[in-house]
């Protein structure tokens, strides 16, 4: 098998969802894959690529506009190639209570499954930086469970990238029939 060429294209507001990025792209980097790693809107489209690995932060329960633009804009050349999704939350959806509310998030993302039927779509903690909560959110957060601070679990991300890994090195012929539904 030859290296796969990977476009891991994100979009971001606080960082957290490029660090998720850049480990992902390291470790396929590891695998021996080629990789680049571009921020939306600058990424470029998918034409050039094998596969892609498509992220967003979740805000208002949602993809950030610019990750459903450009869905909207390649759509026809995304479904045509190897596509992973992933999600950034603030908690992720390990966390019982938490877990429930991250899964229902976003609220687009079932059409993006229906529209690009990725291999697979993952939902990741990320950072919650306790100055952009007002108290009495933090509050709540600490009663129900959540936790201020970096949430992203590493092991988790460098699992899934070398799933990814993995799953680039399959044939068209072992791939799956349909594709997963979110897990973690």
């Given at each position: 098998m030859h290296p796969a060429r990977v476009l891991v294209a994100y979009c971001t507001r606080s960082g957290s969802t490029a660090g998720v990025a850049g480990s992902i792209a390291a470790r396929l980097r590891e695998h021996g894959h080629a990789v680049d790693r571009h921020e939306l809107p600058d990424a470029p489209g998918p034409h050039d690529y094998d596969a892609i690995v498509l992220g967003s932060p979740v805000f208002d329960g949602r993809w950030m506009p610019e990750a459903q633009a450009y869905v909207e804009q390649h759509?026809?050349?995304?479904?045509?190639?190897?596509?992973?999704?992933?999600?950034?939350?603030?908690?992720?959806?390990?966390?019982?209570?938490?877990?429930?509310?991250?899964?229902?998030?976003?609220?687009?993302?079932?059409?993006?499954?229906?529209?690009?039927?990725?291999?697979?779509?993952?939902?990741?903690?990320?950072?919650?930086?306790?100055?952009?909560?007002?108290?009495?959110?933090?509050?709540?957060?600490?009663?129900?469970?959540?936790?201020?601070?970096?949430?992203?679990?590493?092991?988790?991300?460098?699992?899934?990238?070398?799933?990814?890994?993995?799953?680039?090195?399959?044939?068209q012929s072992e791939l799956p029939l349909h594709p997963p539904r979110a897990s973690v």
């Open positions: 759509g026809a050349a995304l479904r045509t190639r190897q596509v992973w999704l992933f999600s950034v939350g603030t908690f992720g959806d390990t966390k019982r209570l938490l877990g429930s509310l991250a899964r229902r998030e976003p609220r687009n993302i079932d059409a993006l499954l229906t529209a690009l039927r990725p291999r697979d779509y993952r939902v990741f903690a990320g950072a919650i930086d306790p100055a952009a909560w007002p108290w009495w959110s933090r509050m709540l957060l600490r009663g129900i469970g959540g936790r201020l601070g970096d949430n992203r679990d590493w092991e988790v991300i460098d699992a899934w990238a070398a799933e990814i890994a993995r799953g680039l090195q399959m044939t």
